[in-house]
């Protein structure tokens, strides 16, 4: 099981345990769960809190933090000689209490029983809202709520000091990105290199999860390698790809430390952009540019999605696809029919990261409220950027033959949209440049290494494989 030192994770709880001041955190891990009968799992994945403040990547775990009189307390189950015959030796609870530095250890089986002592001794006990059906369950029958409102009940205070910490990562974090971006790195080179005419998109996503599974991890979200590139989550199919499509491949790896990569590039299966690919390609490589260049600490990042916007609609506007006054459009949102989703979100222990703990804490402000204008409203972040801040820059130009059709017969910001030149783009699919970044003290890193781009970049990559 792969931690940072334990001093790390002691740390970390005592920030938050300082930040919170009064009452107690229940942090919930998360369990096995049967993906076809109980016995046969889903692979197991801890849930981030748990593993940013405890470190532990196993099952059936949950931790309670005395804000006031600084007590830690792990819950589990010691392991039985049923679970050693069947999974090997596993370690005790004390040992797992030791590997993150918690001495008091208690059986599982009294949690229900200490969180109900402590509320009936007038105890605030802060808990997340769960988003796996079991701990919501746990936490309705410990707290007495109708699972419907568990979520609502979870602690404001407890989202935001937990919001405020994971957001800024610390530089052993930023070590463990970067090895995920460089995971990331040579899964999508490995896609490019089995890109050809002929095999499927399954194929491609297979050889993608390959390099992921080797190198010690796992894919951090399910793959889109995909010839429907306009489909925001379109995961790959029995589909064969031939010469002329243009497929998308947004892949990351979660490294053995649990952090993310989230990359996408776009590229023409015969090796060669065609000259309508490689002008919205540019459109949207430019933007992605533009925006990584604007990043710096107390740059909205709202601001610099707008800028994206306009952006495109400037290049689109160059081929004869848009008409009028640019800020005027993206102000409207006449932009969306084609860039309709955010142009990026933090990374971190989460491919989305801490997309569970709420946008409105983790990409927005008491001051900012995210928009709910057709495509703003899919903006995960928006507020002010800081030091130490991960995030994604994904500008991408989709065309969905729906979406315009449904526009088109709306007569949708008519003035800004040229609908009879639409028609000649209804298949193109979409395209989109994904990177990570790192905000530092003035400006932004690239996460990873540089990985090909530009149309030139991508043709000569292809053609040597
Ligand atoms: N891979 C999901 C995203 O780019 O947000
Ligand atoms: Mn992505
Ligand atoms: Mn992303």
Redesign the pocket.
Known sequence: MAMFKKEIYIQRRQQLKQDIAKGIILLMGNHEVGMNYADNCFPFRQDSCFLYFLGLNRPGLAGVLDAEEGIEMLFGTEPTIDDIVWMGTQPSLASLGEQTGMSLVKPFSELEGFVKKAIAAGRTVHFLPPYRPDNRMTIATIFNLPPAEVSQQASASLLKAIVSQRAVKSPEEIIEITKSVNISNQMQLAAMQHTVSGVTENYVAGKILDVAISAGGNIA?PT?FTVNGQTL?NHPTDRVLKNGDLVLC???AENSMYYAG?L?RTYPVNKKFSAVQKEIYEIVLGAEIAAAKALKPGVLFLDIHLAACEYIFDGLKQLGLVRGDTKEAVQQGAHALFFLCGLG?MMGLD??DMEDLGEAYVGYTDTLKKSDQFGLKSLRLGRALEPGFVL?V?PGIYFIPELIDLWAVEKKHAPFINYDKLTAFRNFGGARV?ENFFITRNGATLLGDPLVKNVEGIEAFMMGH
């Open positions: 979200y889109i989550h947004d892949c990351g989230d996408t979100h491919v989305h994604t994904e994904e």
